[in-house]
């Protein structure tokens, strides 16, 4: 075995898989270009790291359950006024302040007018960000917990659910929670409020989430939550999808 190749299989076992890949090219550019050892170091170690971050990002799209790969420049900003008017706050959200700075985000609209396909979006630009994110629907949410609370494990489905930097709920308020199920949100929102940020989609404005949850005393409760420290936007206009061929 030359001295190169027991160097590789060295790099492999310390978990330096990136340096391993790269080692041959490196060396032969290092020797080349008459680079010093410093400077070839340098290189390895920067295409280390570079492959351990896109691993990480990898990871992160994994765990966020997403199945689409959204970006901005898909969103029609011409589509409504209220698209148009609210642009400069929606491409501030993109820069995920409000992720580090612990702020929720409630998208507020009919059915098409955009607000999955923002939250879809930030969720994508945190997940390239390294930032650990988990999409859901509110209904999926709380059957996973109501079925954990049954079988003993809702502490650990709780946890998933809590753990997350940024948490996207999607489609509250299509159907209602029901009292468990109203509780458990409350749950999960309360133990993420000012420690992570959670954005929330609805077709609801804030004064009709008692039809959601099973009192007004709870609905207050939670959205007294998520506005305290909060970027809600609205958004008008009939449903996008119709434009759609």
């Not at 790269?22 to 290092?30: G, K």
């Not at 959200?93 to 923002?118: E, S, Y």
């Amino acid at each position: 075995m030359s001295t190169r190749q027991a160097l590789k299989g060295k790099l492999i076992d310390l978990r330096l898989k990136g340096m391993a890949d790269e080692l041959d090219p490196v060396l032969e550019h290092a020797a080349a270009h008459n680079l010093d050892l410093l400077s070839t170091l340098e290189r390895l170690a920067d295409l280390e790291l570079e492959q351990r971050f896109r691993n990480a990002i990898a990871l992160r799209w994994r765990q966020s359950k997403l199945t689409d790969k959204l970006t901005i420049d898909q969103f029609d900003f011409s589509h409504h006024r209220s698209r148009q008017e609210q642009k400069t706050r929606i491409l501030n959200l993109l820069t995920l302040d409000f992720v580090r700075t612990h702020m929720d985000v409630i998208l507020i609209g009919n059915p098409g007018a955009g607000k999955t396909f923002l939250a879809k979006c930030l969720a994508y630009a945190a997940c390239n960000a390294n930032i650990k994110v988990l999409f859901t629907t509110a209904i999926d949410m709380i059957n996973h917990l109501i079925a954990a609370e049954a079988d003993h494990s809702l502490l650990k489905q709780l946890q998933a659910y809590q753990a997350p930097e940024l948490l996207v709920c999607d489609e509250l308020g299509y159907l209602s929670l029901g009292q468990q199920g109203s509780h458990l949100f409350f749950q999960v929102i309360s133990a993420r409020h000012q420690h992570t940020s959670t954005v929330i989609t609805t077709n609801l404005p804030f004064a009709e989430w008692g039809k959601v949850f099973d009192s007004t005393t709870v609905a207050t409760a939670i959205a007294d939550r998520l506005v305290y420290h909060s970027e809600v936007l609205i958004l008008g206009g009939e449903s996008y999808r119709r434009k759609l061929p």
